[in-house]
């Protein structure tokens, strides 16, 4: 009867060193059959521009996970919208979103302005407005005979509907409004006609101070001068409560204060909005609004009730994000749509569409750092940055090969299977969850170089330690292993630790420093087990280094090996044994 044959004192190093080369070969083959070649960059080295928001909210309950992921899926959308591909959303920590915009096709900069805009849309009533601060030169002009200006100026475009689609046209900010009336006359006149007359400044100001302001908000509204830029407040306040608003005329470069009262309808019940040119009117770039039921209904009601009120009180204010964006007059009831109007650019039309289809943020985000890379700078940082490991490991090599020498050729052994597994690795994640490696992620693989080379050296130092204590070459690669195993785990548990610390607790790029970190350390400990270990283990059989050539790096009388001590050699074994 055979016997089985009984284990070898020093394992099946074959196996594992195979098992290692097979998963290095598979990854490489995954990534070239993917096509994924190459890790995804980041904005600091592709070019770009990286902007951090953080969440801020009176309420610290409603900064919270369901919010944040609202406000990434929001943000995620208006980014598309522009143009823009490839561009990253995610959360960090708790109350931090960072937006990656590539220097890619696309209105980037449009983005950029408008990306943390909260986007809440309310249609208020106005109850008074006024200029403030200085009012515009307004040349005075002598009227025809029998012209006289009209008492009281349009504050905006008309909002009677046109049959059957019911929409609203809205002026922006009294822009095109503070015009006299030219069929306003008293007596026809026989001369020829003459441009009306312009009002005076006192004029102006009674015209548009007409209404009542509740005595709670009247010394508010009377000390507001929105010409003054720290009085330019964002006045959103209970949508069911009485607010001030600015609004400024960037034509006749006058700002306006309004006295405005509870939210009439919301941003949220639009359906769509749509930014179009206006080829039948000329009024030029507008936003068209289509209104949900409730929406519709709740615009029909605030409406039908404004047709019936005196100017201005017969105007109701679309406030975006605080400010008064327009004014118009309402002359009967309106549902189903609403066009805004007001000498819009085509960027400004499209982004107040974008903003108002997607929806109002959950949060109020501030813009905490923006950092914008030039596709140039990014290129000069990448090849800093590899040059920069190409040193590291050069220098790793030089000394392995000058201090170690037969043994130097083991670690560049296992910093290639590193190197190759990492790039593999960053490739296929750049791919599959978005991994983007960026300049501190870099800076983490040129550390993992020396922290994959000092698990090396405290690999040899142990065996070298065996052989100056007269330890053959195959007792003392076992011997040492159980001790510089436990070293070496450590070190690597320490590294991995902080690594995973200052991943949880950091936001940004020194993320990406901590992921790589991590992720090669973790490298560090499967090369060593399954790479270096057998590698060595299968060398020691070799006549090479067995027999201690001068130029393996474990010649005994280099080292200053000394006869072995009976009880020595005892105790070694049977701390290894214990071990």
């Not at 099946?12 to 994924?36: D, E, K, S």
């Not at 052994?413 to 790039?423: E, K, P, Q």
Request: hydrophobic content about 45%.
């Amino acid at each position: 009867m055979a016997t089985p044959k009984s284990r070898p004192r020093d394992g099946y190093p074959g196996r594992a060193l195979a098992f290692i080369l097979v998963i290095t070969v598979g990854l490489v083959a995954l990534m070239f059959g993917t096509g994924h070649t190459t890790p995804r960059l980041g904005i600091d080295l592709a070019g770009g521009t990286s902007i951090t928001l953080t969440a801020k909210s009176d309420n610290p309950a409603a900064i919270n996970k369901t919010n944040m992921d609202t406000a990434v899926n929001i943000l995620q959308k208006r980014v598309n919208a522009f143009g823009v591909s490839e561009a990253e959303v995610q959360t960090q920590g708790s109350n931090t979103i960072i937006v990656n915009i590539p220097n890619k096709d696309g209105d980037n900069e449009q983005a950029i302005k408008d990306i943390g805009q909260t986007a809440k849309l309310y249609f208020r009533p106005v109850l008074a407005l006024a200029p403030t601060g200085a009012l515009p030169n307004v040349p005075a002009a002598t009227p025809s005979a029998g012209a006289s200006p009209s008492a009281s100026p349009s504050t905006g475009a008309s909002a009677a509907p046109p049959a059957p689609s019911a929409s609203a046209t809205a002026g922006r900010a009294v822009t095109d409004g503070l015009k006299a009336d030219p069929t306003a006359s008293a007596t026809p006149s026989t001369a020829p006609s003459a441009a009306p007359s312009a009002p005076s400044a006192a004029e102006l100001s009674a015209a548009l101070t007409q209404g009542t302001v509740p005595p709670e908000l009247q010394q508010q509204y009377t000390a507001l001068d929105c010409s003054v830029q720290g009085q330019r407040l964002d006045y959103q306040t209970d949508p069911t409560k009485n607010t001030v608003a600015c609004s400024f005329d960037a034509e006749k470069g006058v700002w306006y204060k309004f006295a405005l009262g509870p939210v009439a309808g919301e941003g949220k019940n639009i359906d769509k909005a749509m930014a179009s040119f206006d080829t039948q009117q000329g009024a030029g770039w507008q936003v068209q609004l289509q209104f949900n039921d409730a929406g519709s209904k709740a615009f029909a009601a605030s409406t039908g009730q404004l047709a019936t009120q005196p100017s201005p009180t017969n105007q109701f204010a679309i406030v975006l994000d605080g400010k008064v964006v327009s004014h118009p007059s309402v002359s009967q009831s309106i549902s189903g749509s609403a066009v805004i109007t007001g000498s819009f650019t085509q960027t400004e039309a499209k982004a107040l569409a974008n903003v108002l289809s997607f929806g109002a943020l959950p949060l109020t985000f501030e813009m905490s750092d923006v950092t914008t890379v030039s596709p140039q700078l990014g290129g000069d940082q990448l090849k800093a940055g590899l040059v920069a490991g190409g040193i590291g490991m050069i220098l790793v090599v030089l000394y392995s090969l000058v201090y170690y020498r037969g043994l130097g050729l083991v670690s560049i052994a296992g910093l290639v299977v590193s190197a190759a597994l990492t790039y593999a690795i960053m490739s296929l994640l750049g791919a599959g969850i978005g991994f983007a490696l960026n300049l501190p992620a870099v800076c983490g693989a040129i550390v993992a170089i020396g922290i994959t080379a000092d698990s090396f050296i405290v690999y040899f130092e142990r065996i070298r330690d065996e052989v100056r204590d007269g330890a053959p070459l195959r007792p003392a690669v076992q011997r040492a292993w159980p001790r510089a195993r436990r070293t070496i785990l450590v070190s690597d548990f320490v590294s991995f630790l902080c690594a995973a610390v200052l991943y949880l607790v950091s936001v940004g790029k020194v993320q990406g420093f901590a992921f790589t970190l991590g992720l090669t350390t973790a490298l560090d400990v499967v090369v060593i087990f399954f790479f270096t270990k057998p590698l060595i283990t299968l060398l020691a059989r070799t006549k090479f280094f067995a027999e201690g050539n001068k130029w393996s790096g474990l010649d005994p009388k280099r080292l200053g090996a000394r006869p072995p001590v009976r009880g020595r050699r005892r105790t070694s074994a049977t701390a290894a044994k214990e071990v």
